[in-house]
């Protein structure tokens, strides 16, 4: 009795202790998990260009939009907002003029981002090399929407473990590996009926490739060992030795502490099993 009061205290303690904004979570996050730099840092013909980190680039180009992802180092525009500016821009898709931030920027899972993460985050951006480069300006040929939710004031910290709940939390705020991996419909991602079942198509100078389902029956990632797992989500290479393409961040998810993966499996083998595709 004594013992296990003291192990649940203890994870309190834990849990406290990491819920403060530190300059270190900023830094595993955003070059960990969070993977800004897979849509925000220029793409050389070998790859990132971390002498631009975070400079900024052509994310997508399609009918409906030319999408640039902003410079988002001291040396872009978000030098002149305030911390809660920046934290409002990152969570909830506005910027300080009141403009509304487009795809495929994943707002709506980044509104589940807590105090103590996002604010985490904006001590990294204020502290990386001011990189001077203008990538230009996005445009949509699509109506944006006016803002993606009510006002956020708060968002509480989950407590930090090898659990269903703190794996959701990093497969979708933190990750957002269930925006790729969910079934786009016209409004976007298909959440609430299609999650993590595949589908979306990623076209670039690899050629075209299709996010797979990962929810948790035969069809999506049940016919992996946890073992396997790791191997695909951390070093991108398939059990059979093939390596897998991009989009998907693998460099980045190899900085991930092992807890956080084992957390993230556990919540995708949660997942109700779907058909491919929804
Ligand atoms: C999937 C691609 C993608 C990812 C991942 C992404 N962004 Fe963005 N981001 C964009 C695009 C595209 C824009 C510009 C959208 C527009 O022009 O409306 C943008 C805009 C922004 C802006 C607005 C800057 C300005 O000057 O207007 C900020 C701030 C920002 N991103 C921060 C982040 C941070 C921090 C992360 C990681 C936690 C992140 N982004 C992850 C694509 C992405
Ligand atoms: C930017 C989009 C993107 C993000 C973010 C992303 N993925 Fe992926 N993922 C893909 C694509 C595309 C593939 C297929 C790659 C290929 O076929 O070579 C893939 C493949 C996979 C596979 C292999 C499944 C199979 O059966 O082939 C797993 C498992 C997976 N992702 C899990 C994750 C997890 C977990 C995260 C978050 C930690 C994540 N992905 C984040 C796009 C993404």
Not at 88 to 111: C, F, N, S
Not at 134 to 154: H, R
């Amino acid at each position: 009795m004594r013992a296990s009061l003291f192990a649940g205290f203890a994870v309190l303690q834990a849990g406290a202790v990491l819920a403060e904004p530190s300059l270190e979570r900023g830094t595993y996050l955003v070059e960990g998990p969070s993977a800004c730099g897979n849509c925000h840092t220029p793409l050389g013909p070998t790859g990132p260009v971390m002498e631009q980190a975070l400079g900024g680039r052509v994310v997508e180009q399609s009918e409906a939009f030319t999408a640039i992802a902003s410079n988002i180092t001291p040396g872009g525009r978000v030098a002149g907002w305030s911390d809660a500016e920046l934290v409002k821009a990152i969570r909830e898709g506005i910027r300080p003029d009141g403009t509304v931030i487009g795809p495929p920027m994943p707002i709506g899972l980044y509104r589940g981002l807590s105090d103590d993460d996002v604010q985490s985050i904006v001590m990294y951006l204020r502290q990386v090399p001011a990189v001077d480069l203008d990538p230009g300006q996005s445009v949509y040929n699509i109506p944006l929407p006016p803002a993606y939710g009510p006002p956020i004031d708060t968002v509480a910290a989950i407590p930090q473990g090898v659990t269903v709940v703190y794996g959701a939390y990093l497969a979708n705020a933190v990750s957002h590996c269930m925006e790729c991996h969910t079934t786009f419909g016209p409004q976007g991602p298909m959440f609430d009926t299609h999650l993590g079942a595949g589908g979306f198509e990623f076209h670039g100078p690899w050629g075209t490739v299709v996010a797979p389902n990962i929810t948790s029956g035969p069809e999506g990632i049940g016919k992996y060992s946890d073992a396997e797992l790791v191997q695909i989500i951390q070093h991108g290479v398939r059990p059979d030795g093939a390596a897998m393409l991009p989009p998907m961040p693998y460099g980045n998810f190899a900085a991930m502490t092992d807890d956080d993966v084992a957390a993230v499996i556990l919540y995708l083998r949660s997942l109700p099993a779907l058909p491919f595709g929804g």
